[in-house]
């Protein structure tokens, strides 16, 4: 047999924290997308006016490592969002959705990295506040 190569190997990987380190998801390569969102449930569940979020393919995932817990609400379609946070610190550092089965979508400022891709798209806009003015980069999505 020849030697086997696993394609995420050779790509660099990137590591999503917690707030206290107890938590951590190890990605390989660039997300799929990614995009802010100020819907009223994510400025909640961030606790600021939006979410930046980081979609990878669950293929991609190299390692999730730590104590978690996770908790279901139903999206506007009704079906399941599944959000995953550190118990110590509450950070949310991930979800996974009924809707994107092979898919996960990950917390982007948990990479620590103020250089990660910028949103292609900000969904929920008008719920966004209006102190907040969005780069001419950056789709706006009612
Ligand atoms: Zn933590
Ligand atoms: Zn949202």
């Not at 817990?69 to 599944?82: F, G, V, Y």
């Amino acid at each position: 047999m020849g030697r086997m190569t696993d394609t995420r190997s050779a790509l660099p990987n990137k590591t999503a924290s917690c707030a206290c380190g107890g938590l951590r998801l190890t990605v390989a390569g660039d997300p799929a997308s990614v995009y802010a969102c100020g819907c009223l449930e994510c400025q909640r569940a961030t606790g600021t006016a939006f979410a930046w979020r980081a979609r990878f393919a669950k293929a991609a995932i190299v390692s999730v490592d730590g104590e978690r817990r996770s908790w279901r609400r139903s999206s506007d379609s009704d079906r399941w969002i599944e959000q995953t946070f550190c118990p110590s610190c509450g950070t949310l550092l991930y979800m996974s959705a009924e809707a994107i089965p092979d898919d996960i979508v990950v917390s982007a400022g948990c990479f620590g990295d103020p250089a990660f891709t910028a949103p292609a798209a900000f969904f929920w806009s008008k719920h966004r506040p209006a102190w907040y003015a969005l780069d001419n980069g950056v789709r706006s999505v009612a």
